[in-house]
């Protein structure tokens, strides 16, 4: 598991459960590791069919090498409020059950492909 803030921390190398609790507030987010699965960073600029409804946005389906990849799945939903605009970041499972992470730039309304976690 990583904490992300300004610096990467490995959370076995905190002590105590308290101590590591008080740390994992303070993450922009966290990192867990997924055993036989690595992650592959994309960071490509993307078009996303999503419902925004009731102040809550969820993705649908988002275009990836000219393929629809439709979302079965919302795993996670966190903002990263660090910045003067909100980036809404979301992990989603898609039909062929690979994992992405996709963020919403509050700034200028863009759709980021951030990662995908493959096998092996």
């Not at 660090?82 to 059950?97: D, I, N, Y």
Request: net charge neutral; with cysteine; hydrophobic share 40%.
């Amino acid at each position: 598991m990583r904490c992300v803030t300004n610096h990467a921390l490995s959370l076995p190398e905190i002590g105590t459960a308290s101590h590591r609790n008080q740390v994992l507030l303070s993450c922009t987010f966290v990192q867990y590791d997924a055993a036989g699965m690595r992650r592959e960073a994309i960071d490509q600029a993307i078009a996303v069919r999503a419902d925004f409804q009731g102040g809550v946005a969820t993705p649908l389906a988002f275009k990836r090498g000219g393929r629809e990849q439709r979302v079965t799945r919302v795993n996670a939903r966190w903002v990263d409020r660090a910045s003067r605009h909100p980036h809404f970041h979301f992990s989603v499972t898609v039909e062929s059950g690979d994992v992405y992470q996709l963020q919403f730039s509050g700034a200028d309304l863009v759709w980021w492909l951030e990662s995908v976690m493959l096998e092996g």
